[in-house]
């Protein structure tokens, strides 16, 4: 499996930023997508995932700001991202998982850089 990552960029505090993260290749069995995120100095945090089958969940820290979907094949994962903050700076990184009769494989894509000015 392969993850494509994009959107990341520069904004200032309160604006909105959305992610997008295109699986391709062998995604057979592909049932979670998601982001994870990490910032200087600190451990990789789970932001949000999304099951093939639409649950969600989310770090308490972006409950409310950040909504995480699909495309309709259930390929792509988008994070929209609003009322950011500079506490959000970090590398986000794109994450799957395949789940062939319960054999797990985790995937990541490259990161992408997000940076909210105050």
């Known amino acids: 499996v392969q993850l494509q990552a994009s959107g990341g960029g520069l904004v200032q505090a309160g604006g909105s930023l959305r992610l997008s993260c295109a699986a391709s290749?062998?995604?057979?069995?592909?049932?979670?997508m998601g982001w994870y995120r990490q910032a200087p100095g600190k451990q990789r945090e789970l932001v949000a995932t999304i099951t093939n089958g639409g649950t969600t969940t989310y770090a308490d820290s972006v409950k409310g700001r950040f909504f995480i979907s699909t495309n309709n094949a259930k390929n792509t994962v988008y994070l929209q991202m609003n009322s950011l903050k500079p506490e959000d700076t970090a590398v986000y990184h794109c994450y799957a998982r395949t789940n062939i009769r319960w054999a797990l494989n985790d995937y990541w894509g490259q990161g992408t850089q997000v940076t909210v000015s105050s």
């Open positions: 290749g062998s995604i057979f069995g592909l049932d979670l």
